[in-house]
């Protein structure tokens, strides 16, 4: 009977390749072809007249999750410029104070910069249908978020997914009163 | 050991065959499309938003922020309304061109695909 154990450059040699193969799959295809995205019908007419996601998003600001781009940092250098209203009547409104959402645990304090959302939203996306303009008056939970409610509409669906929990837990509670202090009013 | 390098390589060979997905933010609308006889229809959120702010299709054309909860049919983008304020062959193509939008592979459900984030335990 032959020895049941491999040896060590058997691993090496079938199962590394195989270990890295994610990997290499992810890096890629940073953006997947239309064809193999596995929601457009690759033998369908549009394949060949629709934009590739690569071909458009490859020259804006790169980030690390989503569409790999940074959309804020977009819109603010330049490097894109949607249009705002369809309508000359719309009145196109943008808010730039910071909220500071503290009751988060054991958590960084959430910073929400009103400029940024509204930069590309209306008022009453989020007012007063699934924020009430009243602090305090939103209870708020990651589970509800998770759930899709509240931040969740966007954020694990268009805008930046809730994976970078960072980015909007960003204020240590210790450079709380420092950092409202500079923040916009 | 031989164990842990057996959960190891089937695992990692799970997520290497797990199928490819759609671009963050893809939204597959099949409300009525198949059922009509047309492939469901593709909207590519990341082209629309290079072009268009949020507030153009949510606030002035009154889409809801939730896939499945816009009840949009032909004749009303035929009359101009949701797509049809920009798809009518002056800002964007017209109606004609069924095949450009109705691009879906047959069976997808309606909802928002695309990334590992989406496919987690929300609502989408």
Same mark, same amino acid.
Request: aromatic share 10%; proline share 6%; hydrophobic share 35%.
């Given at each position: 009977?032959?020895?049941?154990?491999?040896?060590?450059?058997?691993?090496?040699?079938?199962?590394?390749?195989?270990?890295?193969?994610?990997?290499?799959?992810?890096?890629?295809?940073?953006?997947?072809?239309?064809?193999?995205?596995?929601?457009?019908?690759?033998?369908?007419?549009?394949?060949?007249?629709?934009?590739?996601?690569?071909?458009?998003?490859?020259?804006?600001?790169?980030?690390?999750?989503?569409?790999?781009?940074?959309?804020?940092?977009?819109?603010?250098?330049?490097?894109?410029?949607?249009?705002?209203?369809?309508?000359?009547?719309?009145?196109?409104?943008?808010?730039?104070?910071?909220?500071?959402?503290?009751?988060?645990?054991?958590?960084?304090?959430?910073?929400?910069?009103?400029?940024?959302?509204?930069?590309?939203?209306?008022?009453?996306?989020?007012?007063?249908?699934?924020?009430?303009?009243?602090?305090?008056?939103?209870?708020?939970?990651?589970?509800?978020?998770?759930?899709?409610?509240?931040?969740?509409?966007?954020?694990?669906?268009?805008?930046?997914?809730?994976?970078?929990?960072?980015?909007?837990?960003?204020?240590?509670?210790?450079?709380?009163?420092?950092?409202?202090?500079?923040?916009?009013? | 050991?031989?164990?842990?390098?057996?959960?190891?390589? %089937?695992?990692?060979?799970?997520?290497?065959?797990?199928?490819?997905?759609?671009?963050?933010?893809?939204?597959?609308?099949?409300?009525?499309?198949?059922?009509?006889?047309?492939?469901?229809?593709?909207?590519?959120?990341?082209?629309?938003?290079?072009?268009?702010?949020?507030?153009?299709?949510?606030?002035?054309?009154?889409?809801?922020?939730?896939?499945?909860?816009?009840?949009? $049919?032909?004749?009303?983008?035929?009359?101009?309304?949701?797509?049809?304020?920009?798809?009518?062959?002056?800002?964007?193509?017209? %109606?004609?061109?069924?095949?450009?939008?109705?691009?879906?592979?047959?069976?997808?459900?309606?909802?928002?695909?695309?990334?590992?984030? $989406?496919?987690?335990?929300?609502?989408?």
């Amino acid at each position: 009977m032959p020895d049941m154990r491999y040896s060590r450059w058997f691993y090496a040699i079938f199962f590394i390749p195989i270990l890295l193969l994610p990997f290499l799959s992810v890096a890629g295809s940073k953006w997947r072809e239309l064809s193999n995205d596995n929601i457009h019908d690759p033998d369908g007419p549009a394949i060949d007249v629709l934009q590739q996601p690569a071909e458009a998003l490859s020259k804006l600001p790169q980030d690390t999750s989503g569409n790999m781009v940074n959309w804020v940092k977009a819109l603010e250098e330049g490097a894109i410029n949607p249009r705002t209203n369809l309508w000359p009547e719309t009145k196109v409104q943008v808010r730039n104070n910071d909220l500071f959402l503290e009751n988060t645990g054991e958590m960084p304090v959430v910073r929400f910069p009103h400029r940024a959302h509204t930069l590309w939203l209306d008022c009453k996306n989020c007012h007063e249908k699934y924020f009430i303009s009243k602090e305090g008056a939103n209870p708020i939970t990651m589970m509800k978020i998770l759930q899709g409610k509240y931040c969740g509409r966007c954020h694990g669906a268009v805008a930046f997914p809730l994976t970078e929990c960072d980015r909007c837990h960003s204020v240590p509670r210790n450079k709380l009163e420092q950092i409202k202090a500079k923040s916009r009013k | 050991m031989q164990k842990y390098w057996c959960l190891v390589i %089937v695992g990692s060979i799970l997520f290497w065959i797990s199928p490819l997905q759609a671009e963050y933010g893809d939204v597959v609308l099949n409300k009525r499309a198949e059922r009509e006889g047309m492939p469901p229809v593709v909207f590519p959120h990341w082209f629309h938003r290079i072009r268009f702010r949020c507030k153009v299709c949510h606030s002035e054309l009154g889409f809801e922020m939730r896939a499945g909860s816009n009840n949009v $049919t032909m004749q009303e983008i035929i009359d101009g309304k949701f797509c049809g304020m920009c798809h009518n062959d002056e800002i964007a193509w017209g %109606v004609e061109n069924c095949d450009l939008c109705h691009s879906g592979r047959p069976g997808l459900k309606s909802r928002i695909h695309g990334g590992h984030s $989406t496919a987690g335990p929300g609502i989408w």
